[in-house]
């Protein structure tokens, strides 16, 4: 799914540090590249290569703090006006001139006694608030530079295999099962997602192309319920698997062990987990219990895969 511009801010200041752990000073200019900040101690070959605070987050520490707050004694690298950093999630963007950052991570570690302003109160806006971003695309960012906020719109598609929902002699239950666990599982995180549902006969062709098509539009994550067993119409698996670049074994056996001590037939499923360019598709059972238990075990990863997907290695 592709980004779209949706706010605009503005650089309050630019700021540098020689070694970690200290403040930043401001600085006319900062140069970045693919290693972050030229001369800056945070660059390197790493997903924190450039940190962001927004002005209301110094303004409001600034009221419990007591006194004035200079850009960069959080050790941010650019403070911004004009857009609320606590709305922003990973994946984001922000264009300003020809660079291109990517959120990575919001919020990190306390370095306690190792960070100044800590040293100083006892407590730093950072760890909660602070935005962390590789570079994509070079360039020159300056104090006035105007910052275009582009959001990163999280895709999800929910596709229901079953012939007699398909010519409606009766309800989709999983499907929308499926989407009320996904949408309150996004409710607690910062995303900017959106849901699509399909119901498809139990049929590898249409199957297939709706795959196919999913994947080529840019979509994140597929969702399939149902097929999944033996009988002559279970097709899903093999379908599935036949435009994976790469298998992703380990959850489903995990959850196919966990439920099938209790109940030996969970062992039947033979649904599978991959991977087709950038889309990770995982495939359910089709009854309402099923996708309750699927898809429990599926969302204790899935942020991890997404991450690892678009090159975020936060280890």
Not at 181 to 209: C, G, N
Not at 251 to 256: F, L, N, Q, T
Not at 295 to 301: C, D, K, P, Q, V
């Amino acid at each position: 799914m592709s980004n779209i511009a949706q706010d605009s801010a503005e650089v309050v200041s630019v700021n540098v540090s020689t070694e970690k752990g200290t403040v930043k000073l401001p600085v006319d200019e900062i140069v970045v590249n693919e290693r972050g900040i030229v001369g800056d101690a945070h660059a390197g070959a790493w997903h924190r290569q450039v940190s962001l605070l927004g002005q209301d987050n110094i303004d409001r520490f600034e009221k419990v703090l007591g006194r004035k707050i200079a850009p960069g004694e959080f050790a941010e690298n650019i403070t911004l006006s004009g857009i609320d950093l606590n709305t922003v999630a990973v994946l984001d963007r922000f264009r300003i001139g020809t660079a291109l950052l990517e959120v990575t991570q919001i919020g990190k570690e306390c370095h306690g006694d190792g960070c100044a302003i800590f040293r100083e109160v006892g407590k730093c806006v950072m760890p909660k608030e602070g935005i962390f971003c590789r570079v994509l695309e070079g360039g020159t960012i300056r104090p006035g530079d105007s910052v275009d906020y582009i959001p990163k719109v999280l895709s999800f598609r929910i596709i229901t295999l079953s012939d007699r929902a398909y010519r409606g002699e009766y309800s989709d239950r999983s499907g929308p099962r499926v989407k009320e666990i996904l949408q309150d599982f996004l409710s607690t995180r910062r995303w900017h997602p959106i849901i699509d549902e399909v119901v498809l006969p139990d049929d590898a062709q249409m199957l297939r192309a709706e795959l196919l098509q999913a994947k080529d539009s840019g979509t994140d994550v597929i969702f399939t319920t149902g097929g999944t067993g033996i009988g002559p119409r279970d097709i899903t698996p093999e379908t599935v698997e036949s435009i994976c670049d790469k298998i992703i074994p380990g959850i489903m056996e995990h959850i196919r062990m966990k439920f099938g001590a209790e109940k030996p037939n969970a062992l039947l499923s033979r649904g599978v987990a991959g991977v087709a360019g950038c889309t990770l598709i995982y495939t359910l059972p089709g009854s309402v219990r099923a996708v309750d238990e699927y898809m429990g075990e599926i969302l204790r990863t899935l942020e991890h895969l997404l991450f690892m997907l678009h090159g975020i290695d936060r280890h």
